[in-house]
């Protein structure tokens, strides 16, 4: 199944096995994985070259953890971590990704050039699509269940690939009725977004489902994640081999965007398996 992203200056023909990588560059203190090495923004512009270098397609600027627990960062703090990096990397010849529920800091990034928003709370917050519609970057509509101040505790559900596929159409929706072409939008499950492990895998299992049920492309992060971490054992540092194991099962189960900290080692990875399918 072929489809087309528009990604803002940029475009893609998804198709089969041709994910594309987009490196994580967490520029905050508290982030579950990488906290604080890209806080200074001559690291950050670092990390993000050499993930170009490493088989990058996609840089993802974050400035404010999402981890479980994460208490809420005020908009300016998220401001003054997000628009240097993105202005300083504007011009690196890959997309730009701002990962934000925040319409403000979604206005601003779109003003200094990001070529998608990457929102956990999938546009839901007031204004969030009024700050996107006029654009013509890509948007990533992600599903979570609670926030993340308290999404862990006891997630429940009767079914959840069928309420996780009912929530995204609902929001496709609602986005396409403001106006928003469906070229522009990519949709992702939100794996520990408020969800048990076996729920996780329950959707990793279901990604060609929400595929063609909903008619978009798949945004698969499960890098370092504790659904690796409950299978393998390891600490969230020792989680390599797993994350990349996840990404090649994700694509196979039709995925075609993978969300990564491991840009070179998933990059060599998906190589070798596509010569192989």
């Known amino acids: 199944m072929r489809h087309y992203l528009q990604f803002g200056r940029f475009g893609f023909n998804l198709q089969g096995t041709q994910a594309l990588v987009m490196g994580i560059l967490?520029?905050?203190?508290?982030?579950?994985?990488?906290a604080g090495q890209y806080q200074h923004l001559e690291f950050a512009i670092s990390r993000a070259?050499?993930?170009?270098?490493?088989?990058?397609?996609?840089?993802?600027?974050?400035?404010?953890s999402s981890r479980p627990g994460a208490p809420p960062l005020p908009l300016q703090d998220e401001l003054a971590r997000v628009m240097p990096v993105l202005y300083a990397l504007r011009d690196c010849g890959k997309p730009l990704s701002v990962d934000t529920y925040k319409p403000e800091v979604?206005?601003?990034?779109?003003?200094?050039?990001?070529?998608?928003?990457?929102?956990?709370?999938?546009?839901?917050?007031p204004g969030a699509i009024e700050a996107v519609r006029d654009s013509d970057c890509?948007?990533?509509?992600?599903?979570m269940q609670s926030v993340p101040q308290t999404m862990q505790d006891q997630p429940q559900y009767e079914?959840?690939?069928?309420?996780?596929?009912?929530?995204?159409?609902?929001?496709?929706?609602?986005?396409?009725?403001?106006?928003?072409?469906?070229?522009?939008?990519?949709?992702?499950?939100?794996?520990?977004?408020?969800?048990?492990?076996?729920?996780?895998?329950?959707?990793?299992?279901?990604?060609?489902?929400l595929r063609s049920e909903l008619g978009l492309p798949v945004l698969a992060g499960l890098s370092r994640k504790s659904?690796?971490?409950?299978?393998?054992?390891?600490?969230?540092?020792?989680?390599l081999a797993g994350s990349v194991a996840g990404a090649l099962a994700a694509v196979a189960q039709g995925a075609e965007i993978i969300r990564v900290h491991d840009v070179a080692e998933t990059a060599d990875a998906?190589?070798?398996?596509?010569m192989a399918h």
């Open 26 to 34: 967490n520029i905050t203190p508290d982030s579950f994985s990488d």
């Open 49 to 64: 070259e050499q993930m170009i270098v490493d088989g990058a397609d996609i840089i993802d600027i974050g400035g404010e």
């Open 106 to 125: 979604m206005r601003e990034a779109i003003l200094a050039g990001a070529d998608m928003i990457n929102d956990i709370n999938g546009f839901r917050a």
């Open 138 to 143: 890509a948007l990533c509509i992600m599903h």
């Open 159 to 209: 079914d959840v690939v069928r309420e996780v596929i009912d929530f995204l159409r609902a929001r496709i929706d609602t986005m396409t009725a403001a106006g928003i072409a469906r070229e522009r939008l990519c949709i992702d499950p939100g794996f520990g977004f408020g969800k048990t492990v076996e729920q996780n895998y329950a959707l990793l299992r279901a990604t060609r489902q």
């Open 227 to 239: 659904m690796i971490g409950a299978v393998t054992g390891r600490p969230v540092e020792q989680r």
């Open 270 to 274: 998906l190589k070798v398996w596509r």
